[in-house]
T-cell receptor
Framework: DGGITQSPKYLFRKEGQNVTLSCEQN?????MYWYRQDPGQGLRLIYY???????QKGDIAEGYSVSREKKESFPLTVTSAQKNPTAFYLC??????????????FGPGTRLTVL | QQQVKQSPQSLIVQKGGISIINCAYE??????FPWYQQFPGKGPALLIA?????SEKKEGRFTISFNKSAKQFSLHIMDSQPGDSATYFC??????????????FGKGTLLTVNP
């Protein structure tokens, strides 16, 4: 059963704590992305990675960190430096370099709430 | 600077009617324009996409109209159904077939189809 999985679905964090969101894909996609979604704001790109051991900052990378040690996995850490971390976080993946490959496929999301 | 402007923010349509959502972009380098559908608590799913070499693309009840000179594109949902009630996002990216796959999203349109 191919797709993108994100865990956990819901996550609660106390202020000042770091928390890591998991994203795994078995689609053999090269590129992976993290977006943040806030009500009325659309989706904003946090980080993206096109190859293992390499990643680039998106539009709102401050207070976040990522790693890409395996092709299948792209975890996102929300650090205590992120001022407004409460949001819905979405992971996506896509292929690269083979014709019609711009399509990004999204996971089910993780809703993070800071208490 | 918002590169993709989407309107309206919300839309209410009667069952069987036509739903129309509009997007305008600024960057003429954009060359891929997808529409995503998102149900509450779920990740977005690709609905339909278009490239600037065609002015219209139809898939079932969903049609994208593209006006390159006006830098606008729109989604038309014919014979709208209550099951179409969702949030719709337009997006744009640069560099199909190249190395840049960043999607820029509009802020979304909440569509409600009344029975």
């Amino acid at each position: 059963d191919g797709g993108i999985t994100q865990s956990p679905k819901y996550l609660f964090r106390k202020e000042g704590q770091n928390v890591t969101l998991s994203c795994e894909q078995n689609l053999n996609h090269d590129a992976m992305y993290w977006y943040r979604q806030d009500p009325g704001q659309g989706l904003r790109l946090i980080y993206y990675s096109q190859i293992v051991n390499d990643f680039q900052k998106g539009d709102i990378a401050e207070g976040y960190s990522v790693s890409r040690e395996k092709k299948e996995s792209f975890p996102l850490t929300v650090t205590s430096a992120q001022k407004n971390p409460t949001a819905f976080y979405l992971c996506a993946s896509s292929m690269i370099g083979q014709g019609n490959t711009d399509t990004q496929y999204f996971g089910p999301g993780t809703r993070l709430t800071v208490l | 600077q918002q590169q993709v402007k989407q309107s309206p923010q919300s839309l209410i349509v009667q069952k069987g009617g036509i739903s129309i959502i509009n997007c305008a972009y600024e960057n003429t380098a954009f060359d891929y324009f997808p529409w995503y559908q998102q149900f509450p608590g779920k990740g977005p799913a690709l609905l339909i996409a278009i490239r600037p070499d065609v002015s219209e693309k139809k898939e079932g009840r969903f049609t994208i109209s593209f006006n390159k000179s006006a830098k606008q594109f729109s989604l038309h949902i014919m014979d709208s159904q209550p099951g179409d009630s969702a949030t719709y996002f337009c997006a744009a990216s640069i560099g199909s077939g190249g190395s840049n796959y960043k999607l820029t999203f509009g802020k979304g349109t909440l569509l409600t189809v009344n029975p």
